[in-house]
C-alpha cells in the first residue's frame, strides 16, 4: 500500500516534468524508480524508516533521498514545487483513460484549458476537434473518458481538511453581509479522515454568499448550484493533493441551530435524537425541533409552515435541552452511548486544549529535529506550557541520525544548562527510544536511568506477526525506565497499516506497569486512535498526547490529538500532560525502582 503511493509519487513527478516539457532523461528516471518502488516486494517505506538498505534498480541517491523525505515528512519538496507550477485540476485530466501528459500541455498551452469543465466546454464547443493531434474521434472517446471519472470517494485526512476549510470560511468571512458561518459535518466532529467538506452560513443575501463560493479561486468544477445551496470540487495543492468536495447551505437565523446539530451529525447520533424526539412527541429535523401533528410533520414538503412554530432551532443548546438531554460536544456524537450519558446528566468532561500543560514529544537538532531546543521552548510558552520533553531518537534510528549514549550524554548535559537559565518553564530530558526486534530497548537500563522521562517506539518490523509484535510491546514495557509508549500502532494514515497487536492484552499491561499510552497528535499519526483511545481509559491507562513535533511548527499540532483523545472520551484526569509537572515526575517515580 505504501509502496503504492511512493511509486505513485515519482509517476506524478514525471507526469508534471512531462507536461512542462522538461528534461526528458530525469523523465524517465523518475518512471524507472516508479516502477520499481511498485515492483518491490517489500515496503521500501519501511525499509527505509528502518534505515536499511534500500537496493532498487536504477533508484539513485536523490530519489533515495525523496523516499526518505517522504518517510519522515509524509511529502516531498521537489513534488510540492511542480506541484506549484501547473494549475491544480490539470493531473485530474490524466485520469481519463487514453488523455496523457502531452495531451494535457496540448490542451493546457493552446485551448488555456485547466479543468475537467474546461476540458468539457472545448469538447462542446467542438475547438478540440481542430486542435493538432486530436479530431472529432478522439474528441469524442475523451468525452467518454470523462464520464467514467465519477468521484472516487476519497477521504482526506483531518488536518488538511480543516487547513481547507479554513481557506474557504476566511475567504467568505470577507463577503459583505455575511452573518455567521461555521464548519459541520466530520471535520467539526474531529474525525480522523473527512469524506466532504460541510459549511453552513447565514446571511442577509445568501445567493451573494453562495456565488462567491462557486467562485473562489481553487474552485475546480461546481458541481451543483440553488437557491441555499452549493456544491463545489475544490483544489489548492499546498494543502494537499486531493480534489476535496465542499458543500454550503445558506440557513435562516432561526434554524441555524436546528441546521448546524442536522448536518454536524453523525447520521447515526441524529437517527437516535429523532427516536428520542419522538418518544416525546416531538418532531426534530434541520429546520428546527417541532410538536408533532403540527402542519411541520403532516406537509409532504420538509420545510415547515409559518404556521408551525418551532420548539427550538436557534441554537443546538436549546435542542439538546429540550429533549432533556445535557448539550453533547461535537466529538462525541457517534452514537456510542453519549445520549444515553447526556440523559442522566453523565457525560465525560473531556479534556481541552487549553488544559494541556506540556508536550513530551519532541525532536531537536540532535536528531532529525529543525529548531534548537532554546526556539523550541520560545514556541510552548507562546502555547501557554508550562514544561517540554526533548525526546530524540535513539542510537537504532540511524536514518534519523539518532543519539548513541555519549551524544546522548552530550545533549543532556546541554539541556540542563538551558534549563537552569529557565524561568518557571521546565525542559525534560527524554527518549525516543527504539524498542528492538525482541523487545529490548535501545539503550541500556542505566543510560535510561539518567533521563526524566521515557518514551519507547517501535520503528522497525511493523508488518511483523501479531503475537511477536504484542510480545515487544509488552517487553518494553515491563522495563521500569519506560513510561509512554510512542505512536503505539505505527499507523501512518493513507500511507502505513498499523501494526498487528492484540490491544487488548497492551492496554491491560499498560495499566498494570504504570505505562502511558500517547496520543501522537500528529496529522498523519492520530495514533491511538480515537476506539484505542476509549479502550485504554477503559482499560485504566493514562494517556498523553505529544506532538512529535519536527519543529516549532509542529508543537501547534496538538489540537488533532486533543480532538482524537475527546473522541475517545478523555478527561483532564486521564492525561497525564493535562497535569501540573510534578504529577509528571510524580508518574515515573511510581514506576522506577526506589
Ligand atoms: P463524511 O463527509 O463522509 O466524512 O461524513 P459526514 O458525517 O460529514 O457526512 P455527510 O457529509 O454525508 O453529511 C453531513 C451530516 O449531515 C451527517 O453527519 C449527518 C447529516 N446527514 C446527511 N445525510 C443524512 C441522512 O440521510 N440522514 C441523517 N440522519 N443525517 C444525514
Ligand atoms: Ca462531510
Ligand atoms: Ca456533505
Ligand atoms: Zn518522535
Known amino acids: 500500500m505504501t509502496n503504492q503511493r511512493l ?22 528516471t523518475y518512471r524507472k524508480v516508479a516502477r520499481a518502488i511498485a515492483d518491490c516486494p517489500q515496503d521500501v517505506a519501511q525499509l527505509a524508516a528502518q534505515g536499511r538498505p534500500i537496493e532498487l534498480a536504477g533508484v539513485g541517491k536523490s530519489s533515495l533521498q525523496k523516499i526518505h523525505e517522504f518517510v519522515h ?49 472545448v469538447i462542446e464547443d467542438k475547438s478540440l476537434e481542430t486542435l493538432a493531434g486530436f479530431g472529432p474521434k478522439k474528441a ?5 473518458g470523462i464520464q467514467f471519472l465519477a468521484a472516487a470517494g476519497h477521504r482526506i485526512r483531518l488536518a488538511e481538511a480543516l487547513a481547507l ?10 463577503c459583505p453581509g455575511l452573518q455567521e458561518i461555521e464548519v459541520a459535518g466530520s471535520l467539526r466532529r474531529g474525525c480522523e479522515t473527512v469524506g466532504d467538506i460541510d459549511l453552513l452560513a447565514q446571511a442577509a443575501d445568501g445567493g451573494k454568499i453562495l456565488e462567491a463560493f462557486t467562485r473562489l479561486p481553487g474552485v475546480q468544477r461546481v458541481l ?114 453519549e445520549i444515553e450519558r447526556a440523559q442522566k446528566n453523565k457525560l465525560p468532561l473531556i479534556v481541552e486544549l487549553k488544559d494541556i500543560q ?16 532554546a526556539q523550541l ?33 552530550a545533549s543532556i548535559d546541554a539541556v540542563r544548562t538551558l534549563n537552569e537559565s529557565l524561568k518557571r518553564f521546565t525542559v525534560l530530558i527524554s527518549s525516543e527510544v527504539d524498542i528492538l526486534m525482541d523487545g529490548s530497548l535501545d539503550y541500556p537500563d542505566e543510560v535510561l536511568a539518567e533521563l526524566d522521562f521515557v518514551i519507547a517506539s517501535v520503528h522497525s518490523g511493523l508488518t511483523g506477526p501479531r503475537q511477536r509484535n504484542t510480545s515487544r510491546l509488552l517487553k518494553a514495557m515491563d522495563n521500569p525506565y519506560v513510561n509512554c509508549i510512542g505512536h503505539p500502532t505505527g499507523r501512518m494514515i493513507h500511507v502505513r497499516e498499523p501494526m498487528d497487536l492484540d490491544m487488548e492484552l497492551i492496554l491491560h499491561r499498560a495499566a498494570e506497569t504504570h505505562t502511558a499510552m500517547e496520543v501522537s497528535a500528529s496529522p498523519l499519526r492520530l495514533d491511538l486512535n480515537d476506539i484505542h483511545c476509549r479502550q485504554a481509559i477503559d482499560a485504566g491507562v493514562k494517556l498523553v498526547i505529544n506532538t512529535d513535533a519536527h519543529d ?42 526506589r
Not at 515519482?10 to 523523465?27: N, S, Y
Not at 469524442?140 to 467518454?144: K, M, Q, T, Y
Not at 520560545?378 to 540511524?398: C, K, N, P, T, V
Open 377 to 409: 521552548v520560545e514556541a510552548a510558552r507562546r502555547l501557554g506550557y508550562h514544561y517540554i520533553a526533548i525526546s530524540d531518537h535513539s542510537q537504532s534510528s540511524a536514518i534519523a541520525n539518532g543519539l548513541d549514549a555519549k551524544r546522548l550524554r
Open 165 to 174: 476549510a479554513d481557506l474557504i470560511v476566511g475567504q467568505l468571512r470577507t
Open 224 to 337: 451543483g448550484a440553488g437557491p441555499t445551496k452549493a456544491s463545489i470540487q475544490f483544489a489548492w495543492p499546498e494543502i494537499c493533493n486531493e480534489i476535496v468536495q465542499v458543500d454550503l447551505r445558506i440557513v435562516p437565523a432561526e434554524s441555524f441551530g436546528a441546521a448546524w446539530q442536522y448536518f454536524t451529525g453523525s447520521k447515526y447520533h441524529n437517527v437516535k435524537l429523532r427516536e428520542i424526539a419522538a418518544q416525546k412527541h416531538l418532531k426534530l429535523n434541520e429546520y428546527g425541533l417541532f410538536a408533532a401533528g403540527t402542519s411541520a410533520e403532516k406537509s409532504s414538503a420538509k420545510k415547515p409552515s409559518a404556521a408551525a412554530k418551532s420548539l427550538a432551532g436557534r441554537t443546538e443548546r436549546q435542542i439538546y435541552q429540550k429533549l432533556g438531554l445535557a448539550y453533547i460536544a461535537p466529538t462525541l456524537r457517534e452514537d456510542r452511548g
Open 7 to 28: 511509486s505513485d509519487l515519482f509517476e506524478q513527478m514525471a507526469d508534471i516534468m512531462e507536461i512542462l516539457d522538461e528534461d526528458r532523461f530525469r523523465i524517465a
Open 73 to 121: 515528512h509524509g511529502a516531498v519538496q521537489a513534488h510540492q514545487d511542480l506541484l506549484g507550477r501547473i494549475p491544480p485540476g490539470l493531473l485530474e485530466l490524466l485520469n481519463i483513460p487514453g488523455f496523457g501528459p502531452k495531451s494535457a500541455a496540448a490542451v493546457w498551452k493552446h485551448l488555456k484549458v485547466e479543468t475537467l469543465a474546461d476540458l468539457q466546454r
Open 358 to 373: 506540556g508536550d513530551l514529544h519532541m525532536h531537536s537538532p540532535a536528531s532529525d529535529g529543525r529548531h534548537e531546543v
Open 552 to 593: 516549532t511548527h509542529g508543537l501547534g499540532q496538538m489540537s488533532y490529538g486533543v480532538a482524537t483523545a475527546q473522541r475517545g472520551w478523555a478527561t483532564k484526569a486521564d492525561v497525564l500532560n493535562a497535569q501540573p509537572l510534578r504529577a509528571v515526575r510524580a508518574w515515573v517515580r511510581q514506576k522506577r525502582p
Open 140 to 144: 469524442e472517446s475523451i468525452a467518454r
